[in-house]
């Protein structure tokens, strides 16, 4: 179940870059996807390619223009990150520090995910060497009250 | 007047806080029924003045009583009377007036519900309580005093933000969210209670968890609606901005969800105690950290409509809160010891576990993403934001993986699942879902994450209907029942269950409205001259004309617009603009056309003066609906899981849950 969920994860990432980097797209396809990575400068949390705001639609159309010139957009978005430092870009870029934010999460999860399987194994062993009894699903006391509530019910 | 009542009631309902903190304390110590009951006396005082408060502030709203600062913020002579009730809740003032209120309803009935039931733990529940509702009494009487004055006296009040006098929505959305946050005080206070008291047994267990659906329920109603509003009114054509505000609503939903799942595996194998308590503190840690975002401007945010000082005292109470209960927490460890083991790696115990281990995961990613900024600029002095791109990528994967589980938890045996029982049930839904996937790819769905997203909702949907029609079928076996008949009843005799099994469903809907609407939404931005059109999907947009009017409280541009649907006419649409004399940029009121197949949602983006011209923004969003649908159907799921059964005796209880919870038996 580990190695499973892992390989879903790691298939989960690649395909994502995958996606990023890959698909073309009409011109105004490519500037509203890009448009999506920048930030609004002049909203509160919104990207250039949603925000109806003014300075957006500017920033949309150097985007385009920038696209039709046929730079690309790496080129586009060191331009923005030039002019308005690293807070344009709407993902922290993979580099440096911001791999914190963007390993952490699943150094987590599958850090998690071992103890939870080890704690089980534990506990199944554990189960096994002290099996006096079996748990709760066969206690008579159990089963002869839901016989009478059953009938109970029923009426 | 009523400033000074409004002081004077918050005063006093803060003094009998402070007092009943003192006499439970002391009667507890000393065993003293009387002053048990005495404290919870005061519970039911602070209750009825906070309600005055309310009140007063209500009528000070209405009655247009300029003296009062947020009343001149909040309210204006040409602000319809609605707008101006529901401006109680437009600022921090008269929110955290609001949050008192709440718990004060809220303590009430716990305290009126459970005390006769919960002997041993009522007192210190009381306590925590009360504790809980002196600190925020205590932000009202000084550093965000609703009822503060001011002089001379202004003639017009400021009214409300435009954005919050814009939707009907903005009465539903801040007091579900509200009711959702102020809701999980109650599980948290008696997890204290358990862990003061040394009774950790399963029975604030079995307490909470009516207690916590509830919460559980607002704070879904709350997110959903949020997400409805920020769609109608902020005129960016989504729902959902990854905005440090929405992110710190998702985050106590997403750890009470994880809480919900595992105090099931407590009440029936006794195992998970101390995660149970720890999931709950965090939990409502959760809850005031939001208030806290919400409220303190630390992050800029779509939704933040007040700066104030109050974020350091926030923060000092979440300290105090978070190193008090974990403490306790450490202090009682040897009594939250496992009573039972399990017996698979293949089991629903090990389901729940993993599905823990996502829900949190997520939370994670999602605190860590919305702190990171604060992050990278104390470790690096460089500005970054983390924004949708990021969200998504991060998120996207671990949300699918639990909507696999989501499809398989309810249906695997407990304890331990056999292969061949494995197969009996999933066999059939696998492949039938394996068989939708195709036919979504056949017509034209591309990319994994789509089509796992759909692949995944719909093995859900077959599962959760799967166990539906078998339970119906062995009733009608047994009892020879009609179908809709075998079918309610199977429902109401199971309600926990099936009500959980209904909420899965409306996830399933959510999930696929969510997959559809962005991943083949359709947009357009074109400037049109009257009588000119753009295309979009199936639709022809036209240009009309412009026109505009006054009204008391702003004036409005509206486009004119008609929608073809190839060549016959299907609708009127009229995306605005409103002016406010209070604000410099105009609000944006857009037009949505919804079905069941798309909405298509236009929105004025800019225009000529002169009516020459108008530049429109148009987005075909295909399954939009489903996203409300799915959001109804939780909440639904959600209330006959809490719906109360007037014939069922307290010590039913246990065995009910027995009865109910036998999964895939048919």
Same mark, same amino acid.
């Given at each position: 179940?580990?190695?499973?969920?892992?390989?879903?994860?790691?298939a989960?990432?690649?395909?994502?870059?995958?996606?990023?980097?890959?698909v073309?797209?009409?011109l105004?396809?490519?500037?509203?996807?890009? $448009?999506?990575?920048? !930030?609004c400068? &002049?909203c509160?949390? /919104?990207?250039?390619?949603d *925000? +109806?705001?003014?300075? $957006?639609?500017q920033m !949309?159309?150097? &985007?385009?223009?920038? /696209?039709?010139?046929?730079? *690309? +957009?790496?080129?586009?978005?060191?331009?923005?990150?030039?002019?308005?430092?690293?807070?344009i870009?709407?993902?922290?870029?993979?580099?440096?520090?911001?791999?914190?934010?963007?390993?952490?999460?699943?150094v987590?999860?599958?850090?998690?995910?071992g103890i939870?399987?080890?704690?089980?194994?534990?506990?199944i062993?554990?189960?096994?060497?002290?099996?006096?009894?079996?748990?709760?699903?066969?206690?008579?006391?159990?089963?002869?009250?839901?016989?009478?509530?059953?009938?109970?019910?029923?009426? | 007047?009523?400033a000074?009542?409004?002081?004077?009631?918050?005063?006093?309902?803060?003094a009998?806080?402070?007092?009943?903190?003192?006499?439970?304390?002391?009667?507890?110590?000393?065993?003293?029924?009387?002053?048990?009951?005495?404290?919870?006396?005061?519970?039911?005082?602070?209750?009825?003045?906070?309600?005055?408060?309310?009140?007063?502030?209500?009528?000070g709203?209405?009655?247009?009583?300029?003296?009062?600062?947020?009343?001149a913020?909040?309210?204006?002579?040409?602000?319809?009377?609605?707008?101006?009730?529901?401006?109680?809740w437009?600022?921090l003032?008269?929110?955290?007036?609001?949050?008192?209120?709440?718990?004060?309803?809220?303590?009430?009935?716990?305290?009126?519900?459970?005390?006769?039931?919960?002997?041993?733990?009522m007192?210190?529940?009381?306590?925590?309580?009360?504790?809980?509702?002196?600190?925020?009494?205590f932000?009202?009487?000084?550093?965000?005093?609703?009822?503060?004055t001011?002089?001379?006296v202004?003639?017009?009040?400021?009214?409300?933000?435009?954005?919050?006098q814009?939707?009907?929505l903005?009465?539903?959305?801040?007091?579900?969210?509200?009711?959702?946050?102020?809701?999980?005080?109650?599980?948290?206070?008696?997890?204290?209670?358990?862990?003061?008291?040394?009774?950790?047994?399963?029975t604030?267990?079995?307490?909470?968890?009516?207690?916590?659906?509830?919460?559980?329920?607002?704070?879904?109603i709350?997110?959903?609606?949020?997400?409805?509003?920020?769609?109608?009114?902020?005129?960016w054509?989504?729902y959902?901005?990854?905005?440090?505000?929405?992110n710190?609503?998702?985050l106590?939903?997403?750890t009470g969800t994880a809480?919900?799942?595992?105090?099931?595996?407590q009440?029936?194998?006794?195992?998970?105690?101390?995660?149970?308590?720890?999931?709950v503190?965090?939990?409502?840690?959760?809850t005031?950290?939001?208030?806290?975002l919400?409220?303190?401007?630390i992050?800029?945010?779509?939704?933040?409509?007040?700066?104030?000082?109050?974020?350091?005292?926030?923060?000092?109470f979440i300290?105090?809160?978070?190193?008090?209960?974990?403490?306790?927490?450490v202090?009682?460890?040897d009594?939250?010891?496992?009573?039972?083991?399990?017996?698979?790696?293949?089991?629903?115990?090990?389901a729940?576990?993993?599905?823990?281990?996502?829900?949190?995961g997520?939370a994670?990613?999602?605190?860590?993403?919305?702190?990171?900024?604060?992050?990278?600029?104390a470790?690096?002095?460089?500005?970054?934001?983390?924004?949708?791109?990021?969200f998504?990528?991060?998120?996207?994967?671990?949300?699918?993986?639990?909507?696999f589980?989501?499809?398989?938890?309810?249906?695997?045996?407990?304890?331990?699942?056999?292969?061949?029982?494995?197969?009996?049930?999933?066999a059939?839904?696998?492949?039938?879902?394996?068989?939708?996937?195709?036919?979504?790819?056949?017509?034209?769905?591309?990319?994994?994450?789509?089509?796992?997203?759909?692949g995944?909702?719909?093995?859900?949907?077959?599962?959760?209907?799967?166990e539906?029609?078998?339970?119906?079928?062995?009733r009608?076996?047994?009892?020879?029942?009609?179908?809709?008949?075998?079918?309610?009843?199977?429902?109401?005799?199971?309600?926990?269950?099936?009500?959980?099994?209904i909420?899965?469903?409306?996830?399933?809907?959510?999930v696929?409205?969510?997959?559809a609407?962005?991943?083949?939404?359709?947009?357009?931005?074109?400037?049109l001259?009257?009588?000119?059109?753009?295309?979009?999907?199936?639709?022809?947009?036209?240009?009309?004309?412009?026109?505009?009017?006054?009204?008391?409280?702003?004036?409005?541009?509206?486009?004119?617009?008609?929608?073809?649907n190839?060549?016959?006419?299907?609708a009127?649409?009229?995306?605005?603009?409103?002016?406010?004399?209070?604000?410099?940029?105009?609000?944006?009121?857009?037009?949505?056309?919804?079905?069941m197949?798309?909405?298509?949602?236009?929105?004025?983006?800019?225009?000529?003066?002169?009516?020459?011209?108008?530049?429109?923004?148009a987005?075909?969003?295909?399954?939009?609906?489903?996203?409300?649908?799915?959001?109804?159907?939780?909440?639904?799921?959600?209330?006959?899981?809490?719906?109360?059964?007037?014939?069922?005796?307290?010590?039913a209880?246990?065995?009910?849950?027995?009865?109910?919870?036998?999964?895939?038996?048919?």
């Open positions: 179940m580990r190695s499973a969920l892992f390989a879903l994860l790691v989960g990432i690649l395909s994502a870059q995958w996606a990023s980097a890959a073309a797209g009409s105004e396809e490519q500037t509203l996807r890009l $448009a999506a990575e920048l !930030r400068p &002049v509160q949390n /919104l990207s250039v390619a *925000s +109806p705001s003014e300075m $957006a639609t !949309r159309e150097v &985007v385009h223009e920038k /696209l039709q010139n046929g730079e *690309s +957009p790496d080129q586009i978005r060191n331009y923005f990150v030039s002019r308005y430092g690293e807070w870009l709407l993902a922290p870029t993979r580099q440096g520090f911001n791999w914190v934010a963007w390993l952490l999460p699943f987590a999860i599958v850090g998690g995910g939870i399987v080890l704690t089980i194994r534990r506990s062993r554990r189960g096994h060497k002290g099996n006096v009894e079996p748990s709760g699903s066969t206690d008579p006391r159990y089963t002869s009250q839901l016989d009478e509530e059953l009938k109970e019910w029923e009426q | 007047m009523i000074t009542l409004g002081r004077f009631s918050i005063w006093f309902a803060l009998i806080a402070v007092y009943g903190v003192c006499v439970s304390i002391l009667g507890i110590r000393r065993h003293r029924p009387a002053l048990i009951e005495s404290a919870q006396g005061a519970i039911v005082s602070i209750f009825g003045l906070s309600s005055f408060a309310v009140l007063l502030m209500e009528a709203l209405v009655g247009h009583d300029f003296s009062l600062e947020y009343v913020r909040n309210a204006s002579l040409d602000t319809p009377v609605f707008y101006t009730i529901i401006a109680l437009g600022a003032e008269g929110s955290i007036l609001l949050w008192i209120w709440l718990l004060g309803l809220m303590s009430v009935l716990a305290v009126m519900i459970e005390s006769k039931r919960q002997r041993e733990l007192p210190y529940v009381t306590v925590v309580l009360l504790c809980i509702s002196a600190f925020f009494l932000l009202a009487a000084f550093p965000a005093s609703p009822f503060t001011i002089s001379p202004p003639p017009d009040g400021r009214g409300p933000n435009p954005l919050l814009n939707h009907p903005m009465a539903v959305h801040p007091p579900g969210l509200y009711a959702g946050y102020v809701g999980w005080a109650i599980p948290y206070a008696f997890g204290m209670a358990a862990l003061i008291s040394g009774r950790l047994g399963e604030w267990i079995r307490t909470v968890r009516r207690w916590s659906l509830v919460a559980w329920g607002f704070l879904t709350g997110i959903i609606v949020g997400g409805r509003w920020s769609y109608e009114v902020l005129g054509g989504g959902w901005a990854w905005d440090p505000v929405e710190a609503s998702l106590p939903w997403l809480f919900l799942h595992t105090i099931m595996i009440e029936r194998r006794k195992m998970l105690k101390f995660w149970n308590v720890a999931l503190i965090i939990t409502f840690a959760l005031i950290f939001g208030t806290f919400t409220r303190s401007g992050l800029s945010s779509v939704h933040a409509f007040s700066d104030s000082g109050v974020g350091p005292l926030f923060l000092g300290g105090v809160v978070l190193f008090l209960s974990f403490s306790l927490l202090y009682r460890s009594k939250l010891q496992a009573e039972g083991d399990l017996d698979s790696l293949v089991s629903r115990e090990s729940f576990l993993v599905n823990n281990l996502l829900l949190l997520f994670f990613s999602v605190l860590l993403g919305t702190l990171f900024p604060l992050l990278s600029e470790v690096r002095g460089v500005k970054v934001s983390v924004g949708e791109p990021f998504n990528t991060v998120n996207v994967p671990i949300g699918l993986s639990l909507i589980l989501m499809a398989i938890g309810p249906l695997i045996a407990w304890q331990h699942a056999s292969i061949e029982s494995l197969r009996r049930t999933f059939g839904p696998l492949c039938l879902s394996i068989m939708g996937t195709g036919i979504c790819w056949f017509f034209g769905v591309r990319g994994l994450y789509p089509l796992l997203a759909f995944l909702s719909l093995f859900t949907v077959i599962t959760v209907c799967q539906f029609v078998n339970g119906a079928r062995t009608r076996r047994k009892t020879g029942e009609g179908y809709l008949t075998a079918l309610s009843k199977l429902t109401s005799r199971g309600r926990r269950r099936y009500g959980g099994l909420v899965h469903l409306g996830v399933a809907f959510l696929i409205g969510i997959t609407s962005s991943v083949f939404k359709l947009e357009q931005e074109v400037t001259k009257p009588g000119e059109s753009l295309q979009l999907g199936r639709y022809q947009v036209r240009f009309d004309d412009l026109s505009a009017w006054q009204e008391p409280h702003r004036f409005v541009v509206q486009g004119n617009f008609t929608i073809f190839s060549n016959h006419k299907v009127e649409m009229r995306p605005a603009k409103r002016f406010y004399p209070t604000e410099q940029q105009p609000i944006g009121t857009v037009d949505v056309r919804s079905t197949r798309e909405d298509l949602y236009l929105v004025l983006s800019s225009f000529a003066k002169d009516g020459t011209s108008a530049t429109v923004k987005l075909v969003r295909p399954l939009m609906m489903w996203i409300w649908v799915g959001g109804w159907i939780m909440i639904l799921g959600s209330l006959i899981a809490i719906w109360p059964d007037r014939r069922r005796a307290l010590a209880d246990s065995v009910e849950e027995y009865v109910a919870w036998q999964p895939g038996r048919s």
